[in-house]
């Protein structure tokens, strides 16, 4: 195991609605980059925090949106659900180095109805 | 921009045998990190090998081997006597050295290794 948490495992949502996923990330690690995962795809980067700043971001619109805290816990939230928001989101921490490890917790598998 | 491109999508052998998940990678920078993740049907990307682009020795790490040929801009991966727990999706990915988003990676499409009794 990683160490990498993430919540909820599963979840439901209707188009239009926001939704707000979570990750604890593995100690000692001051980054954290979130990945969106389509079916039969390779995660794609939405974006990444180190100190509480947006540090990088993906092909992504502003509705994706994030934040870290003073612990390097994150939040990823998503406005204006479409359908093809459907996906695994993976949530991975590392440090703030060149060429560093990420390591991904179980990730959260949305739907969007 | 950086690109992975993994051809082969499914690849089906009998336990025992041994199989190569290939990779082939795009970009611009001279100093980049090439990575191999492995992702179970629980869905967590579990992280096997990480190679420097200055560091080409092959690697082998018990029945797991890399290959990297910067010529060929591939990095290889092969298992040797595979076992049904192998069975799993693989991710080769790459990360530049240059920006400030280390540790952001570019995944390739994936390889789905099904090993049957």
């Known amino acids: 195991e990683t160490g990498v948490t993430q919540s909820p495992t599963h979840l439901i949502k209707t188009r239009g609605q926001q939704v707000t996923l979570r990750c604890s990330s593995q100690?000692?690690?001051?980054?954290v980059s979130w990945y969106q995962q389509a079916l039969g795809q390779g995660p794609q980067f939405i974006f990444q925090?180190?100190?509480?700043?947006?540090?990088g971001r993906g092909n992504f619109p502003p509705r994706f949106s994030g934040l870290q805290f003073p612990n390097y816990s994150s939040e990823l939230n998503v406005n204006a659900l479409e359908l093809d928001d459907s996906a695994l989101y993976l949530c991975?921490?590392?440090?703030?180095?060149?060429?560093?490890?990420?390591?991904f917790g179980q990730g959260t598998r949305l739907t969007v109805v | 921009a950086q690109k992975v491109t993994q051809a082969q999508t499914e690849i089906s052998v009998v336990e025992k045998e041994d199989v190569t998940l290939d990779c082939v990678y795009e970009?611009?920078?001279?100093?980049?990190?090439l990575f191999w993740y492995k992702q179970p049907p629980s869905g967590e990307l579990v992280f096997l090998i990480r190679?420097?682009?200055?560091?080409?020795q092959n690697e082998i790490s018990g029945r797991y081997s890399w290959n990297f040929q910067k010529s060929t801009s591939s990095f290889n991966f092969t298992i040797t006597a595979s076992q049904v727990v192998d069975s799993a999706v693989y991710f080769c990915?790459?990360?530049?050295?240059?920006?400030?988003?280390?540790?952001?990676?570019?995944f390739g499409q994936g390889t789905i290794l099904t090993v049957h009794p």
């Open positions: 991975a921490s590392s440090f703030n180095t060149r060429g560093a490890e990420a390591f």
């Open positions: 100690s000692g690690h001051n980054t």
């Open positions: 925090y180190y100190r509480e700043e947006e540090n």
């Open positions: 970009t611009r920078d001279t100093t980049y990190y």
């Open positions: 190679r420097n682009s200055f560091d080409e």
């Open positions: 990915a790459l990360s530049e050295a240059g920006g400030t988003s280390y540790g952001k990676l570019t």
